[in-house]
Nanobody, 128 residues
Framework: QLQLVESGGGVVQPGGSLRLSCAGS????????IGWFRQAPGKEREGLSC????????VYADSVKGRFTISRDSAKNTISLQMNSLKSEDTAVYYC?????????????????????WGQGTQVTVSS
């Protein structure tokens, strides 16, 4: 059974940085795609970035491009999200997620309905 566990959230001032991690277990293939989403109060869940574990191909949403960097450690089935130049509007619960091979891919990874396995989420608060 797939399991994803996020860590690294917290409180940071505007302009600051945080690094989130997502540890995965139970994968039976080495070419899953794993994505990062966030959800702020009263808003829909938003896809931010994803990475294909087999070759490191990455995709970014316009809202985070140039500020956030996704990376992987395939040996450890872990991905990270380095978040720089944080803004108050980045405040949200951040989730990592994945889905069935060939269903959740880098072509559709911003669609929450494509992901079937989610972590519990980690809170990120950007405030002065």
């Amino acid at each position: 059974q797939l399991q994803l566990v996020e860590s690294g959230g917290g409180v940071v001032q505007p302009g600051g940085s945080l690094r989130l991690s997502c540890a995965g277990s139970g994968f039976t293939e080495d070419y899953y795609t794993i994505g990062w989403f966030r959800q702020a109060p009263g808003k829909e869940r938003e896809g931010l970035s994803c990475i294909r574990m087999s070759d490191g191909r990455t995709v970014y949403a316009d809202s985070v491009k140039g500020r956030f960097t996704i990376s992987r450690d395939s040996a450890k089935n872990t991905i990270s999200l380095q978040m720089n130049s944080l803004k108050s509007e980045d405040t949200a619960v951040y989730y990592c997620a994945t889905g069935p091979l060939n269903y959740y891919t880098t072509r559709n990874c911003f669609s929450p309905i494509r992901a079937s396995d989610w972590g519990q989420g980690t809170q990120v608060t950007v405030s002065s």
